[in-house]
């Protein structure tokens, strides 16, 4: 092995071992609660919509990159086998985050930060291996992109969207015509959720009409002036964890706001609460998740835009829907 190809594969194992520590802090984070290394909203609402814990995706992700050193160390010793391992490697890091990035693009249409950081490293090292693994991971990319650009990766949402309506346990409805011809609030929230606990005091506080409450699960009686409760039972739960799990959402609490034109998510208290709050203003939601109105099923990222009544920063704004969040 020529000086040159040995310099590149010291670089490759520094840069690996480089993605292996960083792989590993942000998995400390993780597992103690911290702030991870982020610098946008993106993080937070790719996390949201993964079925696969944010840790696992971590560990992971060490586990490659120590992989990845081991073989950039042993392509050194020209013994055949390091070469082609570490080519492989490489090829399947661009194939997963070729995904990732597609998702991101295509479906959410945001990107996060920390993903695009581990990007660049996957792309660097492919680099390091000379023109034709560039070729290859170029090609292995661009036919993941195509893929997804040419799949409907979502049924139209209104067939996944049951009516809400009937899955409705409680609401609080307008009286006079103008009233009902505004927007239309969903709350979907669990009996588990201290977040959603915060939301439900701050609407009896000021109740706001037009929003219907959509549990997932059997919760304690809403006491809101002017309030009608129905039954509620183990099919409207079902229904109303369906229909957010079908979308994509695997927290609470949810606000769904429906409107003639459009339809959109928002996925937190500070968010939940601002919408609520500039509702009774006649402003425009901050921002949040928007779903496209045409019946594709794409995920976007709306705003962000000047709050006039700024809210208190939370710590942590939704529980999973399967845990216990008290």
């Known amino acids: 092995m020529n000086r040159f190809r040995k310099i590149l594969k010291i670089l490759g194992i520094a840069t690996a071992i480089g993605g292996f520590l960083l792989t590993g802090y942000q998995l400390v984070l993780l597992l103690l609660g911290q702030n991870t290394i982020c610098f946008n909203d993106g993080c937070e609402i790719v996390d949201s919509l993964t079925t696969v814990p944010p840790w696992a995706f971590n560990g992971a992700g060490m586990l490659y990159f120590l992989l990845l050193a081991i073989s950039f160390k042993a392509a050194m010793k020209d013994d055949g086998y390091g070469e082609p391992i570490t080519r492989l490697l490489l090829l399947g890091g661009v194939a997963v985050e070729g995904v990732l990035f597609a998702y991101q693009y295509i479906v959410i249409h945001t990107f996060c930060s920390y993903c695009l950081i581990i990007l660049s490293i996957v792309v660097f090292l492919n680099i390091l291996e000379g023109f034709r693994q560039i070729f290859r991971g170029v090609a292995v990319f661009a036919a993941i992109q195509i893929a997804f650009f040419s799949l409907q990766l979502a049924a139209p949402i209104e067939d ?45 506080e000021n109740p706001q009409y037009n929003i219907r409450f959509n549990p997932i699960d059997q919760t304690k009686p809403i006491h809101i002036e002017g309030l009608s409760a129905v039954n509620s039972s183990e099919d409207k739960f079902r229904m109303n964890k369906e229909f957010l799990m079908n979308i994509g959402i695997s927290t609470v609490p949810v606000l769904y706001v429906k409107d003639q034109s459009s339809s959109t998510l928002y996925t937190s208290v500070s968010k939940i609460l601002s919408v609520l709050e500039e509702q009774c203003y006649q402003k425009e939601a901050e921002y949040g998740i928007q779903l496209s109105p045409d019946g594709s099923g794409k995920v976007s990222l709306v705003g962000p835009k000047k709050q006039l009544f700024p809210l208190p920063k939370q710590d942590d704004e939704n529980c999973k829907m399967d845990e216990e969040c008290l």
Do not use: I, M
Request: hydrophobic content about 30%.
């Open 160 to 204: 996944k969207q049951t009516d809400l309506t009937a899955s409705s346990t409680a609401a609080l409805l307008a009286q006079s015509e103008e009233e009902k011809g505004k927007k239309e609030f969903y709350l979907f929230y669990s009996s588990t959720c201290k977040h959603c606990e915060k939301v439900l005091n701050a609407l009896k």
